[in-house]
């Protein structure tokens, strides 16, 4: 599997601030990048997933992609105590591979 | 729509036992991975099919596990003999193609312990 590193956690933050995860691939021939939700104990759920450079936005959170620099991020804006759960990046590659990140795990403050 | 669905949700079994673990992708989508997850390795991949045929087998451990799919709505990954260190989370998922660009869905996954 190709290396997809992810910021170390925990990451804390209190309520209705912004929660900002990072991660940096090493294949430079992916094309696709997906950010999954993980509860404990349950299964990845798909968040956001972005194919071009630049941002893409859906409701409170906001994927970025930089291909030049192999890095993808996730920002959560208004972070709410639901929002507490292990965040993994995916990248493709070979096109139908994933290969995920260890997870940073993000504790909302109430 | 019904997402994937896999069984049984937990397992508890002893090693050398043959175990058998299932899914069903979600209708229409044509590609379907095995994953596991651990603690130590985190979410790997172990092998995925496309249009029931198996692509890529290089994630998977060992000869002691191996992966069918008789039709687009079922698949089976089969370990045996069964060890200790096989104790993980074994996640299914589906996806349509399009060249690795949709995404994949997971079931809830199977929780597996060797004793």
């Known amino acids: 599997q190709k290396e997809v590193e992810q910021n170390s956690g925990p990451l804390s933050v209190p309520e209705g601030a912004i929660a900002s995860l990072n991660c940096t691939y090493s294949?430079?021939?992916?094309?696709?990048f997906f950010w999954y939700r993980q509860y404990s104990g349950k299964s990845p759920e798909l968040i956001m997933f972005i194919y071009s450079n630049g941002d893409k936005e859906d409701g409170r959170f906001t994927a970025q992609l930089n291909k030049a620099s192999q890095y993808v991020s996730l920002l959560i804006r208004d972070s709410q105590p639901s929002d507490s759960a292990t965040y993994l990046c995916a990248v493709n590659y070979d096109d139908y591979k994933l290969s995920f990140g260890a997870g940073t795990t993000v504790t909302v403050r109430a | 729509d019904a997402g994937v669905i896999q069984s049984p949700r937990h397992e508890v079994t002893e090693m050398g036992q043959e175990v058998t673990l299932r899914c069903k992708p979600i209708s229409g989508h044509d590609y379907l991975f095995w994953y596991r997850q651990t603690m130590m390795r985190g979410l790997e991949l172990l092998i995925y099919?496309?249009?029931?045929?198996?692509?890529?087998d290089s994630g998977m451990p060992e000869d002691r596990f191996s992966a069918k799919m008789p039709n687009a709505s079922f698949s089976t990954l089969k370990i045996q003999p069964s060890e200790p260190r096989d104790s993980a989370v074994y996640f299914c998922?589906?996806?349509?193609?399009?060249?690795?660009?949709?995404?994949?869905?997971f079931g809830d996954g199977t929780r597996l312990s060797i004793l």
């Open positions: 099919f496309n249009n029931n045929v198996p692509i890529d």
């Open positions: 294949d430079r021939g992916s094309q696709s």
């Open positions: 998922a589906s996806s349509l193609g399009d060249r690795g660009l949709q995404p994949q869905h």
